[in-house]
C-alpha cells in the first residue's frame, strides 16, 4: 500500500494522469493517478489516507518547484489535471464524510479584471493540498465575495488582480468583506500586488506564488 501511494503521489508531481496518457514521456505506457486511486480504494485503502499520503505530497512538491521557477505553468496544469483525475473517485467519500478536507478557500479576480490563469493555479495548488475551492470566476463584485462567504462559515477568501488599474478594486472588495465579516481572512496576490499593499489595505496575508498561499493556510490549522 506504502508503495502505491508512492507512485501515485509521483504521479500528481509529474503529471500522469492515466495509462493512455503519453505525459510525461519517462512515464509512458505507465499506469497513472487514474488508475492507481481506483486500485488503491479498491484494496482497501482509506480514501483520507489517498489524500493526504499519496495526493497532497505531490502537488506540494510540485508547488516548491514552481517558487523555484524549476517547473512552469503547463507542467502545474498537468500535475493539476493528474490530481483532479484522481479527486474524481475521492469526492463520494468527502460527501458522506469518509474522508475530510482542511477547510473551505473562496477565490475570485476582482471586479473589472477578467483575467483567470494566477487565479486557476492558486485554486489548483489550494485544492491539491486537501482545501475545498469555491472558485467564483473573474470580475467579482464585493457583494458576492461576502454572500458566498456567508454560505460558507469559516472560510478564507482570496482576491486576485492582475491589472495595476484593479488594484483600487481589491482595496474596496477587501475593506467590504473585513465590514462586513471581520472575523474572515483575507489573501491578496497577481502580478501587480505587494506586501505592502496588502499591508495598506487591512488584508491578512500576501504571496507571491500559489505555495506560499497554501503554507499560509496550512499554517493557520495549526495556530
Not at 499593499?197 to 507571491?208: H, L, N, P, T, V
Amino acid at each position: 500500500m506504502t508503495e502505491l501511494l508512492q507512485k501515485l503521489s509521483e504521479c500528481v508531481e509529474f503529471g500522469k494522469i492515466n495509462q493512455a496518457s503519453p505525459f510525461p514521456p519517462q512515464m509512458k505506457g505507465q499506469v497513472g493517478a487514474d488508475e492507481l486511486t481506483r486500485q488503491l480504494l479498491d484494496q482497501g485503502a482509506s480514501p483520507q489516507d489517498v489524500l493526504t499520503l499519496g495526493l497532497m505530497p505531490g502537488m506540494e512538491r510540485v508547488g516548491v518547484k514552481f517558487r523555484e521557477n524549476k517547473v512552469f505553468v503547463p507542467q502545474v496544469l498537468m500535475s493539476a489535471k493528474a490530481m483532479n483525475t484522481a479527486m474524481v473517485h475521492l469526492k463520494p467519500y468527502f460527501l458522506t464524510g469518509e474522508a475530510r478536507q482542511k477547510g473551505t478557500f473562496v477565490i475570485g479576480t476582482v471586479e473589472g479584471d477578467l483575467h483567470d490563469i494566477g487565479k486557476n493555479l492558486v485554486s489548483m495548488m489550494v485544492e491539491g493540498n486537501g482545501w475545498k475551492v469555491v472558485d467564483l470566476g473573474v470580475d467579482v463584485k464585493p457583494e458576492r465575495f461576502i454572500e458566498v462567504l456567508r454560505e460558507h462559515p469559516g472560510a478564507y477568501v482570496g482576491l486576485s488582480a492582475l491589472l495595476t488599474t484593479t488594484m483600487p478594486s481589491m482595496e474596496r472588495i477587501s475593506k467590504a468583506i473585513k465590514e462586513a465579516l471581520p472575523e474572515v481572512k483575507v489573501a491578496v496576490g497577481g502580478a501587480p500586488v505587494t506586501r505592502e499593499f496588502c499591508e495598506k489595505i487591512g488584508a491578512d496575508a500576501y504571496s507571491r506564488d500559489p505555495q506560499g498561499l497554501v503554507e499560509y493556510l496550512n499554517g493557520r490549522l495549526e495556530d
